[in-house]
Each structure stands twice: as C-alpha cells, then as structure tokens.
C-alpha cells in the first residue's frame, strides 16, 4: 500500500501569528513535526504543505517534500487532498494527516490512525486520548464521542447533557486523520454542513454524510498541540532536557 503524508502547514493562523514559523526550543514548529514523524521511521512518502515559502524554507535542510497550496483552502484536509490530486501523489492509496501543530505527537496515534483504515476497515481513522474530567467543558479541547465498535459518535467542543452522562466514552481529539485516497477526495467534494460551520470542526461534515470514522485511543493523555504562547511555553519545556555539569 502506497501511503503519502501530509503535514499541513498554513501560515496565516489567527491565534498564534505565523504559528509554523514560531521557534520553540530553537527550531521552527514545522520541523519539529516534520522530524517527529520522520523519527518515526514509517514507509511513508512525507510531503509538507503550506501556503507560504517561508515555510518551504524552515524545511529545507529535512528529507521531506514540499508543495505550495493555495491560501484560500480552509482545512488541513482540503489541503491534504490538494497534494493528492498533483500528478506525482494522485496514485497513493492511503493519506495521512499530521496537523502542523503536533510537534508531541505519538507514534500509537499516527499508527492507530492508519491502522483504522487498513485493518478496521474504516472509511477515515483519527486517534485521541483519554480525557480528564476537568478538561470536558474546556472548548479549546476537542471531543470525540466513541462507540462501541471504536467508531467516532460525535465531535464537539463543549458537551450537551447526553456526553456529560457518558464520559467513560468520550476522549481528546488529537490531529492526526488517515483516509482511503477515494474518501478523502469525496470529503472535499461534499457541502459544509451549518453543524461544521457552527462549531469550527471539520470532521462533522464526514459524519454527517454517513462516513465511517474509526478512533484510535493512546494509552497516555495528549501532549499538548501549540495554539497559544501557554502550549509554546509547554512544548519548550518538555523539549528541553536538563544537562547537569
């Protein structure tokens, strides 16, 4: 099976300006995730793909590929699925999606990710982490909402009372999705849906359109994406690693 990665990387981020760009630790956000994944060492063809050259640069010295997408595209997704339909990735089975913001993110959930798809036999596969009580109703954390059959129920932010009863089955969304290459062309060709639009989530218009999303849940809660200067300050300090004289 043929697998392309995709590492999105847009530039123009609302919360944190110039967020691929942003060095922690000394290094550019985007080579982080590009070397995490890298470190990996999965047979993946990694391509990163962004809206700015800049961008194209803080990756250049990596073994990675890049692609100029345009700025209007408005997922990780859609830019996924850009990459896809250039004539040198268009013959790939399997995409996967590493958000260019998850610089801590673990092998278990880009692999549990793809492993949804090729073993579970679902249509798209994402991963997630357990979720403590605390942080249910805290918006900046993404829901998921899992049955029985490790399927994805619900995405949301902030829960109704149905997902507060049921909190032994909901967990952190992390940023990692896998798609057959046929789903992720079909996702981008779908309407966005008001529920989407609503609540800024993506994978909500999939699943109101009856996609299977399989959920891979990591033992260990989720390290922290960067969106804020908090997240920057916690993802340098779990990079840094105290030398002793």
């Known amino acids: 099976m043929r697998i392309l990665c995709v590492i999105p990387a847009r530039l123009g981020s609302t919360r944190l300006s110039q967020k691929p760009l ?22 993946v063809r990694v391509v990163v793909a962004t809206d700015d050259a800049r961008v194209v640069e803080a990756v250049s010295g ?12 408005g997922s990780g997704t859609e830019r996924a ?8 990735y268009e013959r790939h089975d399997l995409v996967l999606n590493v958000q260019g913001d998850e610089p801590l993110i673990e092998r278990a959930a880009v692999c549990g990710a793809v492993d949804r798809v090729v ?21 900046q954390r993404v829901k998921v909402m ?11 932010r902030t829960p109704e ?20 290459a046929a789903a992720l062309r079909r996702w981008v060709a779908l309407p966005r ?30 390290a922290p994406a960067v969106d804020t200067e908090e997240d920057v300050r916690e993802v340098e300090s779990r990079l840094t690693v105290p030398t002793w004289g």
Request: hydrophobic content about 45%; charged content about 25%; glycine content about 8%.
């Open 161 to 180: 009372a149905p997902a507060c009863s049921r909190r032994q089955a909901v967990f952190q969304h992390l940023g990692v999705y896998a798609y057959r």
């Open 81 to 88: 699925a850009a990459v896809l339909e250039r004539p040198e």
């Open 62 to 73: 990596l073994p990675v590929e890049t692609v100029l997408t345009a700025a209007s595209l």
């Open 22 to 43: 942003r060095l922690i630790a000394g290094e550019p956000l985007i080579s982080l995730v590009a070397r995490r994944i890298l470190d990996f060492e999965l047979d």
């Open 193 to 222: 849906t008001a529920e989407e639009e609503r609540e800024r989530l993506e994978q909500l218009r999939p699943l109101a359109h009856g996609f299977t999303i399989g959920v891979a849940v990591q033992a260990t809660p989720a």
């Open 119 to 139: 073993v579970s036999g679902d249509d798209v596969g994402t991963a997630a982490a357990p979720l403590s009580p605390g942080d249910l109703r805290d918006p």
């Open 146 to 156: 899992v049955d029985g059959r490790g399927r994805a129920v619900e995405f949301f």
